[in-house]
């Protein structure tokens, strides 16, 4: 199964040092059930998008809890066997759609690609993610900003340039 795990420039450095994802259980996204329900399609590369867009989302929440991070959302895109992939049970019957759990951890070989937004992105980026507690809350112009942030399309990246992802390549 594919899976879209959202990270930051420091994760992702930290995967390439370590050379896995994640030490334990770690939060993903994927084609579940109910993503097909909430994206109503049946369109397999629509979906992966969708899966895509939602770690997107998730990168952005991470850059909100991490202010020294470089304001770029990251996901990467890794194959991990169905039965390391489960619904979140932390998140009670209800998980957001697409969001699953991974048992972790996943070798960085696993990677089938990196997805980063471009530098041009920043400024919407660092004000999404200030944006976010206002736009949960409600708040209809810090959505907006959240918003602005998804109209910038993460760029895609083969696995062999994450060392210069990360600033690591020679």
């Not at 993503?35 to 850059?63: F, H, I, K, M, P």
Request: glycine share 10%.
């Amino acid at each position: 199964m594919r899976v879209y795990v959202p990270l930051t420039l420091p994760g992702l450095a930290e995967a390439y040092r370590t050379g896995e994802l994640g030490a334990g259980p770690f939060g993903a996204y994927a084609v579940t059930p109910g993503l097909r329900e909430w994206y109503v399609s049946d369109d397999t590369e629509e979906l992966e998008y969708a899966a895509l867009g939602r770690a997107a989302l998730a990168s952005l929440r991470l850059l909100a809890e991490e202010p020294e991070a470089p304001r770029r959302r990251v996901v990467i895109a890794v194959d991990v066997a169905d039965r390391a992939v489960s619904a979140d049970p932390g998140r009670g019957l209800d998980p957001a759609p697409g969001e699953v759990r991974v048992a972790g951890p996943v070798p960085l070989g696993k990677a089938a690609s990196v997805h980063v937004d471009a530098a041009d992105a920043q400024a919407d980026v660092a004000a999404a993610a200030d944006a976010l507690p206002a736009a949960d809350g409600g708040d209809d112009d810090a959505q907006s900003l959240v918003d602005g942030a998804e109209d910038h399309e993460l760029l895609w990246f083969a696995t062999q340039e994450i060392a210069n992802l990360v600033g690591r390549g020679d």
